[in-house]
């Protein structure tokens, strides 16, 4: 079994419990603050309500989808505009408080990887997967492995600031 977090929503942290094929066993969402010490507490909470639904050692480990770009060498989170959590070792304090082995990936890169293995893309080698909500990004999958460019963020389109129209006709400049 693994478990698998998506830390990217503004109110819940959403967690499931799966076996090695990517069958959903549980489901659990927890909402959350934006604060540091919350988002570890809660995360580690939700990994403790899923790991309890089988036996520990059935577990291989944990993985989390954030909103922000990852070291993946270093197992960090080296910038996140959404949300406090940048260069803060999450995984490594997860890992001690959970005594699961823990990974962090991009939201956009876990998603694409994902697609090549249990959604759309399983028959393709090569895909791009993107997403938008806050910012606009995108997973790049080539033959089979996430690409992820010279510095670690292939992908990374950005935040697009939009005018927002006022009721007097005049736009504000940022959104």
């Known amino acids: ?5 998506d830390l990217g929503d503004d109110y819940l942290i959403r967690g499931v419990l799966c076996d090695l094929c990517g069958n959903v066993v549980a489901r659990e969402d927890l909402e959350y603050e934006n604060d540091f010490e919350t988002i570890l507490k809660v995360l580690e909470e939700l990994i403790m309500l899923l ?15 954030v909103s922000g770009i990852v070291d993946t060498e270093s197992n960090e989170i080296v910038n996140s505009s959404t949300l406090n959590i940048e260069k803060k070792q999450l995984a490594r304090r997860l890992a001690q408080r959970c005594q699961f082995d823990v990974f962090l990936e991009n939201r956009p890169n876990a998603a694409a990887l994902a697609e090549t293995q249990f959604g759309a893309g399983k028959n393709f080698r090569n895909l791009v997967y993107i997403t938008s909500g806050r910012g606009v990004g995108a997973g790049i999958v080539i033959n089979g ?3 992820r460019g010279s510095f670690g963020t292939a992908g990374e389109i950005g935040e697009i600031k939009l005018p927002i129209l006022k009721e007097d006709g005049s736009f504000e400049r940022h959104c």
């Open 1 to 5: 079994f693994a478990i698998g977090i």
């Open 145 to 147: 492995k996430i690409f």
């Open 51 to 65: 790991a309890a639904k089988v036996a520990h050692e059935k577990i291989k480990g944990v993985g989390i989808a």
